[in-house]
């Protein structure tokens, strides 16, 4: 037997107020988190309309996909998977059809799902591992009879065919998902060899960071947990105590502790990364270990800081350059809001830019989600607006390396103390230990002359 999908009753309801009409397909998304035992889909979406001249939202006009349909699809995967929350994943698609179209919905899903998948890990600062459920699933619905056929591909293997799986609803408590949290706060800087921006550079030192939060030490409610270590001790657990929250410290390793020794680049130019990072994860309520919760927590902030990151390239390559091509200045990255889901403890998140309003996101949430969401209900104070994490480009000569280091965004107070101790642990040991033998050097050289 293969896979098990438990799906929540709301995809059940929102599946089946999907309709077609005139021989089109709707295609969609499949949302929520993989585990070893099973897998649970927590929220379904289906594509947005891909122009203003089709039959409607979330409909192929021609029938199955194409090439035009293909991209928009695996464009709209990528943008969702922005939005949620550690813990939570693009787990596969579904295909409604009508029954004439039926024999060619297997190819069509097999190749939606592989796209998607290429197209979302193109971003990923980290690499599936042996111990990654690499399963997919793809859900074909009958438009006429309702009638649902599961199937999952390994995206691990390209070769792969397609296996039965098991799909069925049942209520899913959200409310019984242990919440984890995380500030981070921010220190990062990537050297580039040239006044403008290099996208390999900067996903090079982008990847030498995310090194280092893998390797970085995690507490637990303050306290040093075993891997293999249960969250929640027991097989069962009181109702009556509500939804479980823990907190993780990231703690950076030294470069020297990584093994790792300092290198001297040539650069003409640096991008500075600095301020405070919100992040959060979800796991499922059956016996979740320590490793799920530090690995979740990891994932999250490596796909925050690299999403905003991109989506500032972005913004900088269409509108923020002077005449020489070069970005310079202090450019603020869009902070992190998080929105509840109607009748779920489920919070997904979206990016706000300075010149956006939460107007904005309430729509875009809309347009990508496919779900009413009211402004009030959309939290941005995780992530104040003065702690903005700020992105600067400098010419790198002694004089503005100095200015740059002496650069500091106020955080929150409340995570003033966390920052000192990571900072500590990181990147400000190494010019400790330079001044410290520089000035060891100077002393001993006095006293030779003397």
Request: aromatic letters at 6%; a neutral charge.
């Amino acid at each position: 037997m293969g896979r098990t999908y438990v799906a929540d009753d709301t995809v059940q309801k929102y599946l089946s107020s999907l309709h077609t009409a005139g021989g089109v397909c709707i295609t969609g998304l499949l949302i929520g988190q993989l585990s070893l035992q099973r897998d649970y889909v927590l929220l379904s979406t289906k594509t947005p309309h891909r122009d203003s001249d089709g039959p409607g939202e979330g409909h192929s006009s021609s029938g199955l996909l194409d090439d035009a349909d293909l991209e928009w699809a695996t464009e709209h995967a990528k943008q969702v998977s922005q939005m949620l929350p550690g813990g939570m994943s693009v787990l596969g698609v579904f295909l409604i059809v009508p029954p004439e179209l039926s024999k060619e919905a297997p190819s069509t899903l097999r190749r939606l799902v592989f796209a998607i998948e290429k197209h979302i890990s193109k971003g990923r600062l980290w690499d599936l591992t042996e111990e990654d459920i690499t399963e997919r699933v793809t859900l074909q619905i009958c438009s006429k009879t309702k009638k649902a056929l599961c199937r999952s591909f390994d995206i691990k293997d390209p070769k792969s065919s397609a296996k039965p799986a098991d799909w069925k609803y049942q209520p899913v408590s959200s409310s019984s998902w242990p919440l984890v949290t995380c500030t981070v706060a921010l220190d990062l800087q990537i050297s580039l060899p040239l006044k403008s921006l290099d996208d390999i550079c900067i996903k090079e030192g982008l990847r030498s960071w995310a090194n280092r939060i893998k390797a970085a030490v995690c507490l637990i409610n303050g306290k040093l947990v075993a891997d293999e270590s249960e969250l929640v001790p027991g097989q069962k657990k009181n109702p009556k105590m509500g939804k479980q929250k823990f907190q993780v410290q990231v703690l950076l390793q030294t470069l020297e502790d990584m093994g790792s020794s300092a290198v001297t680049q040539c650069c003409r130019s640096f991008i500075s990364i600095r301020g405070a990072v919100h992040c959060r994860a979800y796991l499922q309520p059956n016996k979740p270990r320590a490793k799920h919760a530090v690995e979740a927590i990891r994932k999250d902030l490596m796909n925050t800081v690299s999403c905003r990151v991109n989506m500032l390239m972005e913004d900088l390559l269409m509108n923020e350059f002077n005449d020489q091509g070069v970005m310079t200045g202090v450019q603020p990255l869009p902070h992190r809001v998080f929105v509840a889901l109607p009748a779920s403890d489920f919070r997904l998140c979206d990016y706000v830019f300075p010149d956006e309003s939460i107007a904005d996101v309430a729509e875009r949430l809309h347009e990508m989600l496919d779900s009413r969401v009211t402004e009030e209900s959309i939290d941005s104070s995780l992530e104040p607006t003065h702690a903005k994490t700020p992105m600067s480009s400098r010419t790198a000569d002694p004089i503005q390396h100095s200015r740059a280091s002496k650069q500091h965004i106020e955080a929150p107070k409340d995570i003033k103390k966390s920052n000192m101790q990571q900072y500590y642990t990181g990147d400000f040991y190494i010019p400790l230990l330079i001044y410290i033998y520089i000035y060891i050097y100077i002393y001993i050289n006095r006293t030779v002359v003397i």
